[in-house]
C-alpha cells in the first residue's frame, strides 16, 4: 500500500456505514419488497441529513472538503455513527482537502526520561507507552514481563499490531479473546488513518500487515473504527498462566500521539495474585528486553 487516499476513504466509509442501516432502523417506510441496495438508499440518507441528493453524493464520493460542521452533524445522525465514527468523519471531512499533499514521514519518537520514571514508579501494575501505530516505546519491568510473548520478536520498537497479524500462533495463544483483539487493533490503526492520512510511517505498517495477513485485510475493509479507551484484556502467560486486567489508556497531553496504557486487577482476585507473582518473577530477570532498556532525554 503506498498511500491512504482520504477520497477513497470517505467513499468507503460513508458506504459501508449507509449499507448497515434499514429503513426501519432509520424510522423510514420501506416501499417494495426487492431494494436493489443494501441498508439505505442515497436519496433517503440525503433526506435524513436534510441535504440535497446531489450533495450526498458529492460527500460520499469523497467531497467532504469545505463540508459544514453542522452538515457532518447531521449526516453523523442519519447514519446512526457513534463516537468513534463520529469523530473519524470529521477527521476525514479535516483531511480531504490536503489529499495531493506529500506523506510526511514523522521523526523518531523518543520518550522522555521523566516519563520513564514514571513508568519505573509504578511497580505494582503492568504500565507502557505507545503511540497510535501500536509500537511499544517504553515500558516498566513489570510490563516487559507481560508482554515477554510480544517482545520475543527483536525488531524495535516492538509492535503489538505486527505480533497480532504477523505472528497469529503466538497470539492467538496469549490473547484469550484472539478476534476481538484483532479487531481492535485494525479499528484503532484505522482510526489513526483518518487523523494522519500521510503518516509514513502508518502507511508503512498498513502494507506490512495487508501484505502478511488476509485477516487484517479484511478487518481494515470492514472501515471500522475504535478509540483509545479503557477496556479488559485476558491473556495466557507463559509464566503465570490466565490474567484478566482492565486497562486504562489515557492520552498524553505534552506528548501528542503517545498513550499511557496502565493494566490492573482488583485486590484479592486470581489476576492480582498472579500479577504479584509476576512481578516477583520479573525482579528475578536480570537482562530487561533489548531496545527498551535506554532512556531517552
Known amino acids: 500500500m503506498a498511500t491512504i487516499d482520504p477520497r477513497a476513504d470517505i467513499r468507503e466509509f460513508l458506504g459501508s456505514r449507509r449499507a448497515r442501516i434499514t429503513p426501519e432502523q432509520a424510522g423510514l417506510p420501506a416501499y417494495g419488497g426487492n431494494r436493489r441496495v443494501k441498508g439505505l438508499r442515497r436519496e433517503e440518507v440525503a433526506l435524513l441529513a436534510g441535504v440535497s441528493v446531489d450533495y450526498y453524493v458529492r460527500m460520499e464520493r469523497g467531497g467532504l472538503a469545505g463540508v459544514s460542521d453542522g452538515v457532518l452533524d447531521a449526516l453523523a445522525s442519519a447514519l446512526q455513527l457513534d463516537e468513534a465514527e463520529r469523530d473519524h468523519l470529521f477527521h476525514l471531512a479535516r483531511r480531504s482537502g490536503a489529499t495531493g499533499g506529500p506523506r510526511r514521514h514523522k521523526a523518531a519518537v523518543t520518550v522522555r526520561s521523566t516519563l520513564h520514571q514514571v513508568l519505573d514508579a509504578i511497580t505494582a501494575a503492568p504500565a507502557w507507552i505507545g503511540n497510535g501505530c501500536y509500537d511499544v516505546l517504553a ?61 509514513g510511517k502508518l502507511i508503512a505498517l498498513v502494507g506490512e500487515l495487508s501484505t502478511g495477513s488476509e485477516l487484517f485485510r479484511q478487518r481494515w475493509a470492514s472501515q471500522d473504527v475504535r478509540l483509545h479507551r479503557s477496556g479488559r484484556k485476558r491473556v495466557r502467560h507463559p509464566i503465570v498462566g490466565r490474567l484478566d486486567v482492565d486497562v486504562e489508556s489515557l492520552e498524553l497531553p505534552a506528548e501528542p500521539g503517545l498513550y499511557l496504557n496502565v493494566y490492573t486487577a482488583p485486590a484479592g482476585t486470581p489476576t492480582a495474585d498472579n500479577l504479584a507473582l509476576l512481578a516477583s518473577w520479573a525482579a528475578t530477570q536480570q537482562t530487561p528486553a533489548p531496545g527498551l532498556e535506554a532512556r531517552n532525554g
Request: charged share 25%; net charge positive; hydrophobic share 45%.
Open 139 to 199: 515500558m516498566n519491568q513489570l510490563a516487559r514481563a507481560l508482554y515477554s510473548p510480544v517482545l520475543a520478536d527483536l525488531r524495535r520498537p516492538a509492535n503489538t499490531a505486527r505480533f497480532v497479524y504477523l505472528n497469529p500462533e503466538a497470539a492467538r495463544d496469549f490473547f484469550v479473546d484472539y478476534d476481538r483483539i484483532a479487531g481492535v487493533v485494525a479499528a484503532k490503526l484505522r482510526m489513526e488513518a483518518g487523523r494522519n492520512p500521510h503518516d
